[in-house]
């Protein structure tokens, strides 16, 4: 076993002790795992930089990183499964407060810090990964650090903004304040052409009344960042980690959950290892998969299921040199063909591979669950997971796979609010996306603890040729200009996956940047829409099967923040159906509340909610009628 020995650090009474979920009382145990690999070894040869990286005698590579475990205080009551959750940037979502509706069908918690550049915090976990010795890494090498600003601004702080202050990572340090190779470069949209700043026009400083102090945690730039224009920094870090550690720091915590290791605090009480990841950690599981690591050095399985949410077609820079873990747009390493399970041709390499082919040469492929929101398919990659990336064709999960959408739900969101500013900063040119998937993912959640406990899943939904629910963004964008009055993005601007040139490191998990597009975009599909303009090709939640608006998966940046006609990467759209229509159809609230309540228990019926929150659904339906309808005219 690769993780040698846990530190535990505190551990205390859950909720002081209260019965928890009816399972008896849990406690919250803080540890540091600390691990050790041999770089040789076959399962671990693709982690990028980890044969670069300073060996004990014994050949093996150390590094920690912090775990938290939610388990009950009595052994004797043991729940036999654990959720694994990859917290997003470092934040436990499931610990506290904790997934009660899991622990009461038998499962406890952990969490388990994996990215190195987290800054470590009462609210955050973290990873210390190993390091590459100057001397072992090319002189030439370098990364890529795409910024966007919302607002005019003098400096940007050298982290990604892309998800706003949620996001923020430890500054990635230059290796030098005055390298000349470093490269800043400006463009209009992603792909668009680029434009090399003059060096002697920016610094690494920040801005103190108009003037720059130098600063290697910040980019100053003389006439200022312009809203809404995309800015490249090419340059080379001071420190190389290995950030692919962080895939094996899963794999050897979800085997440890599992073994009978005389330091564990669930020594014997584990059968089963379910991992679920969102978004960011939702890529970092196709990527974990993708290099087949779901076993360890002693070929024992880490994850029996994984719940990959809102993940969309993508990878990301996980395994890379100078890999930033919390990057998703700038295009790069988690671009990369494959995106499908299954093998299929890429049009550009000619190569022949799926995302599952070295974990099923390999062994230990677990059940998995994909899930989807709108914005996912309308960012460009989300279709691309079920699609022939030749033809566009329907392509069928494999039986290991089940795969959804929460139809015409955001990324981000779930506001009940409306209002044109999201909750990571961005600002929309329509109300943002007002529709909830919480719920759902929970849904899915227990169905796949259900799947690896023997129990077949419901069947997969999603956005089908064959059965006329996937079709264009173009056809989607006509039918929603006749019933709305949304703002429409520019359709030449809409994003695509593009084949990539990283140059001639790429194999080995180093880049050249910028990328070069080495061909036409990869094909596009989302779900058509009905009548409202919602969408029909994936799980109707309530507030789409009973609608009082049209809800979409595109958002146009506002004017104010610049880029204009850009759609914004997490973003949807909300349009209110009129005051009048919504009282013709429903004629009062409580008319209004019971349609979603047959809406939701037709779900339950179907596995894809749960009874408990059927309320939840009432709640958030109420929510919203009275965000758009005042109550006291009903």
């Avoid at 990604?160 to 996001?167: A, F, K, L, N, R």
């Avoid at 690494?204 to 720059?212: C, L, R, S, V």
Wanted: charged fraction near 25%; aromatic fraction near 8%.
């Amino acid at each position: 076993m690769t993780l040698n020995r846990l530190e535990i650090t505190s551990r205390e009474p859950f909720e002081d002790g209260r019965d928890f979920a009816g399972r008896g009382p849990f406690e919250r145990i803080t540890a540091i795992a600390h691990y050790s690999v041999d770089p040789a070894h076959e399962y671990n040869r693709d982690i990028v930089d980890l044969n670069k990286a300073i060996c004990d005698d014994s050949g093996l590579v150390h590094f920690h990183g912090d775990v938290i475990f939610l388990t009950p205080a009595d052994p004797t009551r043991p729940s036999r499964s654990v959720l694994l959750e990859v917290p997003n940037r470092g934040r436990p979502a499931f610990i506290s407060p904790a997934a009660e509706y899991l622990v009461k069908r038998g499962c406890s918690i952990a969490s388990c810090g994996w990215q190195w550049d987290v800054p470590r915090s009462t609210e955050r976990i973290g990873f210390e990964a190993p390091i590459v010795p100057d001397e072992r890494v090319d002189a030439d090498a370098g990364m890529q650090l795409r910024l966007q600003p919302n607002t005019d601004c003098s400096d940007i702080p050298l982290t990604d903004q892309h998800v706003g202050e949620i996001g923020n990572h430890e500054p990635i340090i230059p290796v030098n304040l005055e390298d000349s190779d470093a490269t800043l470069m400006v463009r209009d949209n992603m792909y668009g052409p680029a434009t090399t700043i003059t060096r002697n026009d920016w610094c690494f400083a920040h801005d103190d009344n108009g003037k720059p102090v130098a600063d290697a945690e910040s980019i100053w730039l003389a006439n200022g960042f312009e809203a809404g224009r995309i800015y490249d920094l090419i340059f080379r870090p001071k420190t190389c980690r290995v950030v692919g550690t962080g895939l094996l720091a899963i794999r050897d915590f979800a085997v440890y959950l599992k073994s009978n290791d005389a330091g564990s605090p669930v020594i014997g009480q584990v059968d089963h290892v379910i991992g679920t990841g969102t978004s960011q950690t939702g890529r970092f599981l196709r990527t974990f998969i993708h290099f087949g690591l779901n076993l360890d050095e002693h070929q024992s399985q880490a994850l029996d299921g994984a719940l990959i949410n809102i993940a969309g077609g993508r990878r990301g820079e996980f395994n890379q040199r100078y890999g930033q873990p919390s990057v998703q747009a700038t295009p790069n390493f988690g671009h990369l063909f494959p995106f499908a399970d299954q093998p299929m041709k890429d049009p550009h390499s000619g190569m022949t591979a799926g995302l599952l082919d070295r974990q099923r040469e390999r062994g230990g492929v677990p059940r998995i669950f994909q899930t989807d929101t709108s914005t996912d398919y309308w960012r460009g990659d989300a279709g691309l997971a079920h699609i022939d990336a030749n033809s566009g064709d329907d392509v069928e999960p494999p039986e290991e796979v089940r795969r959804y959408l929460f139809a015409s739900a955001p990324h981000v969101g779930e506001s009940v609010i409306l209002s044109d500013k999201s909750m990571i900063g961005t600002r929309g040119a329509n109300y943002c996306n007002m529709i909830a998937w919480t719920p759902f993912a929970q849904a899915a959640l227990v169905n796949l603890l259900e799947w690896v406990r023997g129990t077949e899943p419901p069947p997969s939904v999603f956005p089908r040729q064959k059965d006329g629910t996937a079709t264009s963004r173009e056809t989607v964008l006509a039918k929603i200009e006749r019933i709305t009055d949304l703002t429409i993005p520019d359709r030449t601007l809409l994003p695509n996956l593009v084949p990539l040139d990283l140059g001639p490191g790429m194999q080995m998990g180093v880049g050249s940047y910028p990328a070069v597009i080495a061909g036409e975009p990869y094909p596009c599909i989302v779900s058509d829409v009905d009548e409202n303009g919602n969408e029909t090709g994936g799980i109707r939640i309530p507030h789409v099967e009973f609608p009082i608006g049209t809800h979409t998966g595109f958002n146009p940046r506002h004017t104010e923040t610049g880029g204009n006609g850009q759609i914004l990467e997490y973003i949807g759209s909300t349009w209110p159906f009129p005051r009048d229509r919504i009282i013709d159809t429903y004629g009062t609230r409580d008319g209004y509340l019971e349609a979603i309540r047959r809406a939701a228990e037709n779900l339950v019926a179907e596995r894809y909610l749960l009874e408990e929150d059927v309320i939840t659904c009432i709640d958030l339906a109420a929510s919203s009628w009275d965000t758009i309808i005042d109550p006291r005219d009903d």
